[in-house]
């Protein structure tokens, strides 16, 4: 069974390319872990909106575990925590 995700990430005060880099560094990571972006969309991130928005799909539930917890992605946590302020992570069912 496939596992859906719609991701919205806020960036931290004056850290929007910071969080745009990171995520196209995490994100290109997702097919090595049967992962894909289905779609990526970007806001001005004004009046607490999110900056940006994921629609994800895995192959599995052991897939998407193994991308949250892959090495590569973990070694990024300095640079996450840098520009990120906020993640709110939903799991969909994608029709």
Known sequence: MTVGLCVLLWANEGQQAALIDY????????PAHEGRVLHRART???DGEPLEIHLLEFESESA???YMNSEARLALSGDR??????TE???????
């Open 44 to 46: 001005a991130g004004a």
């Open 64 to 66: 998407f575990d193994g």
């Open 81 to 86: 925590d840098r520009a990120i302020a906020r």
């Open 23 to 30: 995520e196209d560094t995490v994100l290109s990571y997702l």
């Open 89 to 95: 992570v939903f799991r969909v069912d994608l029709v």
